[in-house]
């Protein structure tokens, strides 16, 4: 079956450097991707969204670029914060507005 | 605060107890959603409901039974559980209909099966 996957379980960034967090998909047919930050004790929270006719979209501190001709996307936090230590999935849907495929997660870790 | 509620927070229950998951969301949304989350596993989509109607069942075994008496509120009775049903259960919201993916999601009940 189709799958969103990440490189990465576990990616440990000192404050102040960039953070970039992969994700591969498989289904060719996705048109749009969200990016969740989990942090501990909650459920995930809504960080950026892309379509799939854009190759990059900007929000405050994160960029997400998406590569469609080898099916990987990518979340950039610039300055990276003690506060952005989470999990952080990748999800996407091919135009179901209510069903989502969810990756298994990566783990940042900032250190001081 | 996502505006999507969850009680309890914590539950631990016997394999033979009967108890029910509570959601509520207070953004106007017409879907509400039940997931699963397990360790070092993705989000499992369990169920869907659009309007109060259900349109997706995720081959969810029947000790799991959602109920949905209006868009605002959403149940998830447990009955006759499983060890390795202990998991996070989350539920979500999402405005429903066409171009609107974005879920919000609540904070969880993380449950426990003795």
Redesign the interface.
Known sequence: GESVGLHLPTLSVQEGDNSIINCAYSNSASDYFIWYKQESGKGPQFIIDIRSNMDKRQGQRVTVLLNKTVKHLSLQIAATQPGDSAVYFCAETTGTASKLTFGTGTRLQVTL | E?G?TQTPRHLVMGMTNKKSLKCEQHLGHN?M?WYKQSA????E?MF?Y?FKEQ??NNSVPSRFSPECPNSSHLFLHLHTLQPEDSALY?C?S?L?????????????TRLTVL
């Open positions: 996502t999507v879907a959603y070092k596993k993705p989000l989509l869907v659009n349109t997706e989350l979500a999402s429903g209909g066409s171009g609107s993916y974005e879920q919000f999601f609540g904070p969880g």
